[in-house]
């Protein structure tokens, strides 16, 4: 178990603020694999709730308790390696680590620095990069996209997304908001049945890494991507129901055409450079795979290794960033996203937001009337909300996070949420399919929120 490490510096950027004018303004329109076993299906398990308590337990309580579990995961045989960055307030994190990056007998141990597959742990990245892009006037929050993307012009809605492609003309149109929040109508390939999916699949809209025939079968650029998606017809009206989707991998191609770069450009000069976030990829450096953990299914009651090291499909470039799903990261990088938006937009003296974007971007975006249903949260049935990019829970859980905790998580195992009322941020990284083989984020709350009402924290945010 190591001690807290103090963040990396990084030099600071400034960003213009005064949001609140900025969001509901619409700019003049500007010029010119899929997921295997459906595994995000798998994600949105209903997992028990901890005991009835509601406090944060002290670094003393909390440390050998979840060490315990950590080392339980691994000498049982769950994963191979497992590691947690918790952080309280504006303090550096503590690491809790476990096991290693493989099942190899030579494998390195699991560390701060260790790389995994975050997959929809990138969405609240991008999303983070539109808001940027709404701090500064180029986007609107309820701007229509096809101000930007002029093929989302004339959209329709499916009749009955089960069983026909039959549709009529949609009455609202996507926005920015509607792509923060999956409430754009859009869709996942791999997390429903009938004729519109399968037309996802024909089309190569799989929003993630694919090999093969499928990956030969994707567009070649966000660009191609956005267009295909847009000659499908909706599953609901925009700004009407909660679907998880390619939205954030749409919202990818809107930050490409508001900011004038490329998507990972904008990311990797805007966001990672900035924050220090040097273990952060789309592409992993061949002189990094010694610390890139393998990825492993379970299959018939074993763990079988599908990807890793230097003959990872990660060390190779991707057909094209997707904004949903296309980082690895580790837990030293990705605590250091969470500090800069539990501290409004700051870390270590870097700013990349301004407060007031920061609260907007972690309140709920929902439209009025939607709440988050069916593939969503490791705690559905709580976290109707949804914010920039990641779940928002509107009320306290008994033995939980408290209202306005904001987070999401990973195909293979990832987890990260900031519980700001209690300043605790959070992120677990291990690499395994499906997500939910064991109740990692459950037995974490357990543990992290186990200690008498003494210790509890509360930030008048």
């Known amino acids: 178990m190591s001690r807290p490490e103090r963040p990396r510096a990084a030099a600071e950027t400034n960003r213009p603020g005064a949001v609140a004018a900025r969001v509901k303004a619409r700019p ?251 273990s952060t990829f789309w592409t992993v450096p061949e002189g990094e795979t010694g610390r890139l953990s393998t990825n492993y299914l379970w299959a018939e009651d074993r763990l079988v290794p599908i990807d890793g090291g230097a003959g990872s499909e990660w060390v190779d470039p991707p057909r094209l960033p997707y904004g949903g799903s296309g980082l690895v990261s580790s837990a030293r990088d990705y605590d250091r996203f969470l500090q800069m938006l539990a501290g409004g937009g700051e870390a270590g003296g870097v700013r990349i937001l301004q407060p007031e974007t920061v609260r907007l971007s972690l309140s709920n975006l929902l439209p009025e009337g939607v709440k988050i249903s069916g593939n969503s949260a490791p705690d559905t049935a709580r976290a109707e909300g949804f914010g920039a990019g990641g779940w928002v829970y509107l009320a306290d859980v008994p033995g939980g996070v408290r209202s306005g905790t904001y987070g999401w998580f990973g195909a293979a195992g990832t987890i990260a949420f900031i519980d700001r009322k209690s300043r605790l941020r959070v992120t677990i990284m291990a690499n395994y399919f499906p997500a939910d083989k064991w109740p990692v984020h459950a037995d974490v709350i357990r543990v992290l929120y186990s200690a008498p009402d003494r210790g509890r924290q509360d930030d008048s945010d």
């Open 28 to 278: 003049m329109p500007l010029s010119a694999v899929v997921f295997l076993m459906a595994t995000m299906t798998g994600c949105a398990a209903q997992l028990p709730a901890p005991p009835a308590t509601m406090a944060v337990a002290s670094d003393e309580a909390y440390l050998p308790a979840l060490q315990s579990l950590l080392d339980g995961y691994v000498r049982s045989g769950k994963m191979p390696g497992v590691v947690a960055a918790i952080g309280r307030g504006d303090a550096p994190p503590t690491f809790v680590s476990a096991g290693s990056i493989a099942q190899d007998g030579d494998a390195p141990p699991a560390g701060p620095d260790t790389l995994w597959r975050i997959y929809s742990m990138t969405k609240p990245v991008t999303a983070v990069a539109a808001m940027m892009l709404v701090e500064e006037g180029k986007l609107g929050l309820d701007q229509p996209i096809s101000d930007l993307i002029p093929a989302f012009g004339q959209m329709h809605v499916l009749d009955s997304p089960a069983t026909s492609l039959d549709s009529h003309p949609a009455t609202t149109a996507i926005t920015t908001r509607h792509l923060l929040t999956h409430s754009s109508g859009l869709a996942y390939q791999f997390l429903g049945k009938g004729p519109v999916y399968q037309e996802y699949k024909r089309l190569g809209l799989f929003g993630g890494r694919a090999r093969g025939k499928e990956g030969e079968a994707q567009p070649p650029t966000l660009a191609a991507f956005a267009d295909r998606a847009a000659t499908l017809p909706l599953l609901a009206e925009p700004g009407t129901e909660w679907h998880y989707s390619i939205s954030t991998d749409i919202l990818g191609r809107v930050v490409e055409v508001a900011s004038g770069l490329p998507l990972d450009r904008f990311v990797q000069t805007r966001i990672l450079d900035p924050l220090g976030m040097r």
